[in-house]
Protein backbone atom coordinates (compact mmCIF):
# COMPACT_ATOMS: atom_id res chain seq x y z
CA UNK A 1 0.00 0.00 0.00
CA UNK A 2 3.13 2.33 0.91
CA UNK A 3 3.93 2.89 -2.72
CA UNK A 4 6.56 5.30 -4.02
CA UNK A 5 4.88 8.59 -4.70
CA UNK A 6 4.53 8.13 -0.83
CA UNK A 7 8.26 7.40 0.02
CA UNK A 8 9.39 10.04 -1.88
CA UNK A 9 6.93 12.73 -0.30
CA UNK A 10 8.38 11.35 2.88
CA UNK A 11 11.83 11.54 2.29
CA UNK A 12 11.13 15.12 1.02
CA UNK A 13 9.68 15.90 4.47
CA UNK A 14 12.67 13.99 6.55
CA UNK A 15 15.33 15.24 4.85
CA UNK A 16 14.32 18.88 4.84
CA UNK A 17 13.64 18.71 8.40
CA UNK A 18 17.33 16.84 8.78
CA UNK A 19 18.93 20.14 7.69
CA UNK A 20 16.90 22.68 9.58
CA UNK A 21 17.66 20.40 12.94
CA UNK A 22 20.75 19.84 14.74
CA UNK A 23 20.19 15.83 15.01
CA UNK A 24 22.24 14.44 12.62
CA UNK A 25 21.71 10.87 13.58
CA UNK A 26 20.66 8.41 10.10
CA UNK A 27 20.46 5.82 11.97
CA UNK A 28 17.56 7.94 13.99
CA UNK A 29 16.39 9.22 11.01
CA UNK A 30 15.45 5.77 9.67
CA UNK A 31 13.94 4.85 12.15
CA UNK A 32 11.57 8.16 11.52
CA UNK A 33 11.27 7.28 8.44
CA UNK A 34 9.85 3.87 8.72
CA UNK A 35 7.77 5.05 11.72
CA UNK A 36 6.36 7.60 9.49
CA UNK A 37 5.31 5.02 7.04
CA UNK A 38 4.05 2.80 9.53
CA UNK A 39 1.76 5.74 10.63
CA UNK A 40 0.52 5.61 6.97
CA UNK A 41 -0.47 2.46 6.69
CA UNK A 42 -2.34 2.88 10.21
CA UNK A 43 -4.81 5.69 8.47
CA UNK A 44 -5.55 2.45 5.86
CA UNK A 45 -6.74 0.23 8.83
CA UNK A 46 -8.35 3.59 10.80
CA UNK A 47 -10.47 4.19 7.36
CA UNK A 48 -11.96 0.75 7.36
CA UNK A 49 -12.66 0.96 11.35
CA UNK A 50 -14.41 4.19 10.04
CA UNK A 51 -17.14 2.51 8.24
CA UNK A 52 -17.46 -0.51 11.27
CA UNK A 53 -18.10 2.68 13.38
CA UNK A 54 -20.98 4.19 11.33
CA UNK A 55 -22.23 0.73 10.68
CA UNK A 56 -22.61 0.33 14.92
CA UNK A 57 -23.84 3.98 15.48
CA UNK A 58 -26.56 3.24 13.63
CA UNK A 59 -27.45 -0.30 15.36
CA UNK A 60 -27.19 1.81 18.39
CA UNK A 61 -29.66 4.86 16.81
CA UNK A 62 -32.05 1.63 15.81
CA UNK A 63 -31.99 0.37 19.70
CA UNK A 64 -32.12 3.77 21.04
CA UNK A 65 -35.39 4.36 18.89
CA UNK A 66 -36.97 0.85 19.88
CA UNK A 67 -36.87 0.83 23.38
CA UNK A 68 -37.97 5.04 23.31
CA UNK A 69 -41.23 5.04 25.58
CA UNK A 70 -44.07 5.73 22.80
CA UNK A 71 -41.80 4.16 19.33
CA UNK A 72 -43.19 4.47 16.38
CA UNK A 73 -44.15 1.75 13.47
CA UNK A 74 -40.73 2.72 11.87
CA UNK A 75 -38.72 2.69 15.26
CA UNK A 76 -40.11 -0.75 15.90
CA UNK A 77 -39.60 -1.87 12.59
CA UNK A 78 -36.77 -0.08 10.95
CA UNK A 79 -34.64 -0.35 7.59
CA UNK A 80 -31.78 -3.07 8.70
CA UNK A 81 -30.03 -3.21 5.30
CA UNK A 82 -27.07 -1.36 6.52
CA UNK A 83 -27.25 -3.69 9.78
CA UNK A 84 -27.26 -6.72 8.06
CA UNK A 85 -24.76 -5.52 5.36
CA UNK A 86 -22.80 -8.61 4.15
CA UNK A 87 -20.07 -6.46 3.12
CA UNK A 88 -19.62 -4.27 5.96
CA UNK A 89 -20.14 -7.90 8.00
CA UNK A 90 -17.23 -9.22 6.31
CA UNK A 91 -14.90 -6.74 6.74
CA UNK A 92 -15.60 -6.45 10.80
CA UNK A 93 -14.75 -9.91 10.99
CA UNK A 94 -11.57 -9.82 8.39
CA UNK A 95 -8.39 -11.71 9.79
CA UNK A 96 -6.40 -9.33 8.81
CA UNK A 97 -7.74 -6.25 10.29
CA UNK A 98 -8.83 -8.08 13.39
CA UNK A 99 -5.05 -8.72 13.98
CA UNK A 100 -3.77 -5.41 12.89
CA UNK A 101 -5.70 -3.76 15.30
CA UNK A 102 -4.80 -5.53 18.34
CA UNK A 103 -1.44 -5.34 17.77
CA UNK A 104 -1.78 -1.66 17.22
CA UNK A 105 -4.87 -0.49 18.99
CA UNK A 106 -7.20 2.49 17.27
CA UNK A 107 -10.74 3.79 17.28
CA UNK A 108 -12.95 6.47 16.50
CA UNK A 109 -14.22 6.77 20.16
CA UNK A 110 -12.84 10.63 20.34
CA UNK A 111 -14.72 11.29 17.17
CA UNK A 112 -18.28 10.06 18.19
CA UNK A 113 -19.83 13.54 17.44
CA UNK A 114 -18.12 13.43 13.77
CA UNK A 115 -19.34 10.02 13.50
CA UNK A 116 -22.66 10.75 14.44
CA UNK A 117 -22.65 13.89 11.58
CA UNK A 118 -21.33 11.54 9.41
CA UNK A 119 -24.48 8.84 9.48
CA UNK A 120 -26.89 11.77 9.16
CA UNK A 121 -25.55 12.98 5.81
CA UNK A 122 -25.24 9.05 4.83
CA UNK A 123 -29.44 8.65 6.14
CA UNK A 124 -30.54 11.66 4.20
CA UNK A 125 -28.63 10.71 1.01
CA UNK A 126 -30.26 9.51 -1.96
CA UNK A 127 -27.36 7.05 -2.02
CA UNK A 128 -29.02 5.39 0.91
CA UNK A 129 -32.56 6.00 0.05
CA UNK A 130 -31.97 3.88 -2.86
CA UNK A 131 -30.32 1.52 -0.82
CA UNK A 132 -33.05 0.86 1.24
CA UNK A 133 -35.68 0.36 -1.00
CA UNK A 134 -33.58 -2.53 -2.39
CA UNK A 135 -35.65 -6.06 -1.29
CA UNK A 136 -32.89 -8.31 0.26
CA UNK A 137 -29.62 -6.78 -1.04
CA UNK A 138 -27.12 -9.49 -2.94
CA UNK A 139 -23.43 -9.06 -1.72
CA UNK A 140 -22.96 -7.09 -4.60
CA UNK A 141 -25.55 -4.45 -3.63
CA UNK A 142 -23.90 -4.46 -0.32
CA UNK A 143 -20.14 -3.55 -1.28
CA UNK A 144 -22.06 -1.38 -3.73
CA UNK A 145 -23.09 0.69 -1.36
CA UNK A 146 -20.78 0.87 0.57
CA UNK A 147 -18.39 1.94 -2.16
CA UNK A 148 -20.67 5.03 -2.99
CA UNK A 149 -20.87 6.24 0.01
CA UNK A 150 -17.13 5.87 0.67
CA UNK A 151 -16.68 8.13 -2.60
CA UNK A 152 -19.55 10.73 -1.71
CA UNK A 153 -19.00 11.32 2.08
CA UNK A 154 -15.23 9.66 2.96
CA UNK A 155 -13.13 10.71 0.25
CA UNK A 156 -12.11 14.21 0.12
CA UNK A 157 -14.21 14.95 3.32
CA UNK A 158 -12.83 18.30 4.48
CA UNK A 159 -13.78 18.26 7.99
CA UNK A 160 -12.90 14.33 7.89
CA UNK A 161 -9.29 15.71 6.56
CA UNK A 162 -9.13 18.48 9.24
CA UNK A 163 -10.11 15.81 11.93
CA UNK A 164 -7.43 13.48 10.94
CA UNK A 165 -4.73 15.96 10.64
CA UNK A 166 -5.70 17.35 14.24
CA UNK A 167 -5.07 13.61 14.89
CA UNK A 168 -1.87 12.65 13.98
CA UNK A 169 0.90 14.71 12.20
CA UNK A 170 2.23 12.44 9.93
CA UNK A 171 -1.54 12.38 8.43
CA UNK A 172 -1.07 15.48 7.04
CA UNK A 173 -0.23 14.48 3.52
CA UNK A 174 -0.83 10.89 3.45
CA UNK A 175 -4.99 11.52 3.22
CA UNK A 176 -5.58 11.27 -0.29
CA UNK A 177 -3.42 8.68 -1.48
CA UNK A 178 -4.00 6.11 1.41
CA UNK A 179 -8.20 6.84 0.83
CA UNK A 180 -7.71 5.71 -3.24
CA UNK A 181 -6.06 2.52 -1.86
CA UNK A 182 -9.57 2.11 0.28
CA UNK A 183 -11.52 2.64 -2.24
CA UNK A 184 -9.86 0.27 -4.32
CA UNK A 185 -9.44 -2.25 -1.67
CA UNK A 186 -13.55 -2.20 -1.29
CA UNK A 187 -13.90 -2.49 -5.07
CA UNK A 188 -11.47 -6.15 -4.39
CA UNK A 189 -13.53 -7.70 -1.94
CA UNK A 190 -15.21 -10.79 -2.91
CA UNK A 191 -18.31 -12.85 -1.02
CA UNK A 192 -16.27 -16.19 -1.58
CA UNK A 193 -13.03 -15.04 0.39
CA UNK A 194 -15.37 -14.30 3.50
CA UNK A 195 -12.69 -13.41 6.74
CA UNK A 196 -9.98 -14.34 4.74
CA UNK A 197 -9.90 -11.29 1.70
CA UNK A 198 -6.73 -10.26 1.68
CA UNK A 199 -5.94 -6.34 2.70
CA UNK A 200 -2.92 -4.30 0.90
CA UNK A 201 0.10 -5.05 3.02
CA UNK A 202 2.25 -2.28 3.93
CA UNK A 203 4.62 -2.81 1.41
CA UNK A 204 4.32 -4.34 -2.45
CA UNK A 205 7.40 -6.54 -1.62
CA UNK A 206 10.79 -6.05 0.25
CA UNK A 207 12.24 -3.82 -2.39
CA UNK A 208 10.18 -0.87 -1.92
CA UNK A 209 10.95 -0.98 1.86
CA UNK A 210 15.07 -0.97 0.35
CA UNK A 211 13.76 1.39 -1.37
CA UNK A 212 12.58 4.06 1.03
CA UNK A 213 16.18 3.53 3.10
CA UNK A 214 18.41 3.21 0.42
CA UNK A 215 16.92 7.26 -1.16
CA UNK A 216 17.45 8.26 2.30
CA UNK A 217 21.02 6.96 2.63
CA UNK A 218 22.18 7.78 -0.47
CA UNK A 219 20.39 11.58 -0.47
CA UNK A 220 22.36 12.06 2.90
CA UNK A 221 25.62 10.56 2.37
CA UNK A 222 26.19 11.93 -1.45
CA UNK A 223 25.17 15.89 -0.60
CA UNK A 224 28.22 17.27 -1.68
CA UNK A 225 28.54 15.37 -4.56
CA UNK A 226 24.94 16.12 -5.84
CA UNK A 227 24.93 19.51 -4.36
CA UNK A 228 28.33 20.55 -6.17
CA UNK A 229 26.70 19.25 -9.60
CA UNK A 230 23.48 21.77 -8.53
CA UNK A 231 25.87 24.36 -7.77
CA UNK A 232 27.73 24.22 -11.18
CA UNK A 233 24.50 23.93 -13.50
CA UNK A 234 22.92 27.16 -11.50
CA UNK A 235 25.39 29.58 -12.81
CA UNK A 236 22.45 32.28 -13.25
CA UNK A 237 21.51 32.02 -9.88
CA UNK A 238 23.22 32.74 -6.18
CA UNK A 239 23.36 29.15 -5.48
CA UNK A 240 22.96 30.38 -1.44
CA UNK A 241 19.47 31.82 -2.50
CA UNK A 242 18.26 28.66 -3.39
CA UNK A 243 14.99 27.68 -1.59
CA UNK A 244 16.21 24.90 1.15
CA UNK A 245 13.01 23.24 -0.21
CA UNK A 246 14.23 23.25 -3.98
CA UNK A 247 17.62 22.28 -3.12
CA UNK A 248 15.99 18.90 -0.95
CA UNK A 249 13.74 17.79 -3.57
CA UNK A 250 16.59 18.48 -6.58
CA UNK A 251 19.15 16.76 -4.15
CA UNK A 252 16.72 13.65 -3.97
CA UNK A 253 15.69 13.28 -7.22
CA UNK A 254 19.37 13.12 -8.27
CA UNK A 255 19.86 10.03 -5.36
CA UNK A 256 17.00 8.28 -7.23
CA UNK A 257 18.74 8.95 -11.02
CA UNK A 258 22.18 8.05 -9.59
CA UNK A 259 21.44 4.60 -7.37
CA UNK A 260 18.20 3.11 -8.56
CA UNK A 261 19.00 1.68 -12.11
CA UNK A 262 15.31 0.02 -13.15
CA UNK A 263 13.68 3.80 -12.34
CA UNK A 264 13.65 5.92 -15.92
CA UNK A 265 15.48 9.48 -15.53
CA UNK A 266 11.81 10.82 -16.87
CA UNK A 267 10.10 9.00 -13.93
CA UNK A 268 12.12 10.43 -11.52
CA UNK A 269 12.16 14.05 -12.73
CA UNK A 270 8.18 13.96 -13.46
CA UNK A 271 7.72 12.45 -9.73
CA UNK A 272 9.56 15.52 -7.92
CA UNK A 273 8.89 18.25 -10.03
CA UNK A 274 5.29 17.07 -9.18
CA UNK A 275 6.29 17.09 -5.09
CA UNK A 276 7.91 20.72 -5.81
CA UNK A 277 4.36 21.90 -6.77
CA UNK A 278 3.03 20.85 -3.81
CA UNK A 279 5.85 21.13 -1.40
CA UNK A 280 7.54 24.64 -3.05
CA UNK A 281 6.97 28.35 -4.54
CA UNK A 282 5.12 28.12 -8.14
CA UNK A 283 8.11 28.86 -9.91
CA UNK A 284 9.79 25.97 -8.40
CA UNK A 285 8.65 23.21 -10.77
CA UNK A 286 10.22 25.37 -13.80
CA UNK A 287 13.48 25.76 -11.74
CA UNK A 288 14.04 22.47 -10.39
CA UNK A 289 13.19 20.79 -14.32
CA UNK A 290 15.13 22.91 -15.55
CA UNK A 291 18.55 22.40 -13.42
CA UNK A 292 17.73 18.84 -13.61
CA UNK A 293 17.63 18.47 -17.05
CA UNK A 294 21.26 20.01 -17.35
CA UNK A 295 22.39 18.02 -14.94
CA UNK A 296 21.09 14.68 -16.64
CA UNK A 297 22.21 16.25 -20.13
CA UNK A 298 25.71 16.55 -18.57
CA UNK A 299 26.22 12.88 -17.04
CA UNK A 300 24.78 11.39 -20.02
CA UNK A 301 27.68 13.25 -22.18
CA UNK A 302 30.27 12.81 -19.86
CA UNK A 303 28.95 8.82 -19.87
CA UNK A 304 28.54 8.70 -15.96
CA UNK A 305 25.24 7.22 -16.14
CA UNK A 306 23.55 4.76 -18.80
CA UNK A 307 20.38 4.43 -17.82
CA UNK A 308 17.57 5.99 -20.02
Not at 29 to 37: D, H, P, S
Not at 77 to 82: A, F, I, L
Not at 170 to 196: A, C, H, M, P
Not at 284 to 301: D, E, R
Request: proline share 3%.
Amino acid sequence: MINRNLIRIRVVQLVYSWYQGTNKDLRKAEKELLFGLQKSYDLYYYMFLLMIEITKMYDNRVETKRNKFLPTEEDINPNTHMLRNKFILQLENNDQLISYINERPMSWTNNEAFVKKLLEVILESDTYINYSKIDNPTYNEDREFWRKVFKQFIYSNEELDDLLEDECIYWNDDIEIVQSFVFKTIKRFSEELGTRQPLLPMFKDEEDKNFALKLLHETILSENKFRDLIEKHTDKWDFERIALMDLVIMQIALAEIFSFDSIPINVSLNEYIEISKSYSTPKSGTFINGVLNAIVQHIKKENIIFKN
